[in-house]
């Protein structure tokens, strides 16, 4: 993938294999790779030659290259996301295998970090163990109103569940196993409720209570909602965004 770009494109800001600016500064551009973190190589086209001989009419502007130095097609404008890039990847070279690089840590694309905790009566429950589902991943403590007005909207959603496919999990932030108890007796709640007594896994994923997190079947962050859901369809609505 080759593609030209400037630093004040904001389409421009895609990952590529191979990249030229054009027209800034051997220093501007500098600071914009080191700002962003970016490790694929990155030319300097400083009086636009290279792009004039490629005929773009602005950037971004994208070629695809086989192997043999072939260009098989060029895209004019931003990719909208990761998966459209790969798409257009795969069907112009359909042999490239791209097996992504995935991270560790609770944020949107990584791996959701995993740990085992008991249930309030005493059973172990590790997070890989769901790998091959869908799981919603709730943080709460009993002293936060919203976090306990939400969850008979958890409730719902997992009663409404006609087959296997969907994990429902809550997460109890340093409280103690008879507080959870009369919360879970209280409202009737019959999916997983997990203990964190220490709070080591709260704080392992760095967000306040309540807050969700929704982890797709190989066990990758897709959704993360820091405020309370006000009805079991904005449930649904996040679980449909996967």
């Known amino acids: 993938m080759l593609t030209f770009w400037k630093i004040n494109c904001p389409a421009c800001q895609a990952i590529a294999m191979l990249t030229i600016n054009v027209g800034d500064s051997i220093l501007s551009a500098q600071n914009y790779v080191t700002s962003q973190n970016l490790t694929f190589p990155v030319l300097l086209d400083p009086r636009g030659g290279v792009a004039q001989t490629y005929g773009i009419p602005g950037v971004p502007v994208t070629f695809l290259i086989d192997s043999d130095g072939i260009l098989k097609a060029y895209k004019i404008g931003a990719f909208q996301s990761r998966q459209e890039m790969e798409d257009s990847l795969k069907s112009v070279l359909p042999s490239l295998v791209l097996i992504p690089k ?8 990584n791996a959701a970090p995993d740990f085992t905790l008991q249930t309030i009566d005493g059973q172990s429950i590790t997070l890989s163990k769901f790998q091959g589902k869908t799981v919603l991943l709730n943080f709460w403590v009993s002293s936060c109103a919203p976090c306990v007005t939400e969850m008979p909207y958890f409730q719902e959603v997992f009663d409404e569940q006609t087959n296997e496919d ?17 919360i879970v007796d209280d409202l009737g709640l019959t999916f997983h409720m997990l203990l964190d007594p220490d709070g080591k896994v709260c704080t392992d994923y760095k967000r306040g209570a309540p807050t969700t997190f ?6 990758v962050i897709k959704a993360i909602r820091d405020e309370v859901f006000q009805n079991p369809e904005e449930i649904e609505i996040v679980l449909n965004s996967i």
């Open 102 to 109: 995935i991270g560790i840590g609770a944020e949107i694309g």
């Open 166 to 182: 969907l994990a429902v999990v809550a997460i109890n932030c340093g409280e103690t196993s008879q507080t959870v108890q009369n």
């Open 214 to 219: 929704l982890i797709d079947s190989n066990g």
